[in-house]
């Protein structure tokens, strides 16, 4: 009874490891060198995850975690390099993350130089305007590169504070599902960001 039982397992498997490998994986198809070849769209919704893994400039401190959502729109279908595939979009969203810690100056002034007061709990909203130039060097993958600006506004309960960053740069990845759906990675300081981008 036993060796049939098993007989009938290993029959079981053998038939569903040919049926899910009868048909050819189908390899990714390098695009870059073809101007223009790839998703048309005329939005991008991207909401995702907020992680700052490290020490963000300024009040914060320790690791921050939350949401944001980034939304694009294309200027230009064929980018500054009219031989590659590539793009340029305007990017704008916001970004917010809670950090467990984070210090101001009871007495005004900078934090160099200040009677500083340490609490806990200090959230951090960022709202960057960028430039997005798109590389788009497969079917399934594209990259981008995101610089520009960023309006803070940081605090705590009480203190609250709003920062203009005049310099704000990010790099980035998309791993396409379709020409509709990507997962879509940001690095840039202080925070990572993962999500999935809706391409409308």
């Known amino acids: 009874m036993k060796l049939r039982a098993r007989a009938l397992v290993v029959a079981?498997?053998?038939?569903?490891s040919q049926y899910a490998f009868s048909d050819?994986?189908?390899?990714?198809?390098?695009?870059i060198k073809n101007p223009g070849d790839h998703p048309r769209y005329s939005f991008e919704l991207e909401p995702h995850l907020v992680l700052g893994f490290?020490?963000?400039?300024?009040?914060?401190?320790?690791?921050?975690?939350?949401l944001g959502f980034r939304g694009s729109i294309p200027l230009v279908r064929n980018g500054f390099i009219p031989s590659i595939n590539n793009s340029v979009a305007i990017g704008f969203g916001m970004d917010f993350a809670r950090y467990g810690r984070g210090d101001y100056c009871r007495n005004g002034g900078v934090l160099a130089n200040c009677d500083r007061r340490r609490l806990d709990g200090f959230n951090e909203f960022y709202f960057p305007v960028v430039l997005q130039w798109n590389f788009f060097l497969s079917r399934n993958w594209s990259v981008f590169g995101e610089p520009g600006?960023?309006?803070t506004y940081h605090g705590w309960d009480g203190p609250r504070a709003v920062d203009l960053e005049p310099f704000v740069f990010y790099v980035g990845g998309r791993y396409h599902f379709s020409d509709k759906v990507t997962l879509t990675m940001r690095i840039g300081y202080p925070a990572f960001s993962v999500?999935?981008?809706?391409?409308l």
């Open 12 to 16: 079981t498997l053998t038939a569903a």
């Open 24 to 31: 050819p994986a189908l390899a990714d198809t390098l695009i």
């Open 54 to 66: 490290i020490d963000p400039p300024g009040y914060a401190s320790g690791a921050g975690f939350g």
């Open 149 to 151: 600006i960023a309006l």
């Open 195 to 199: 999500g999935a981008s809706f391409l």
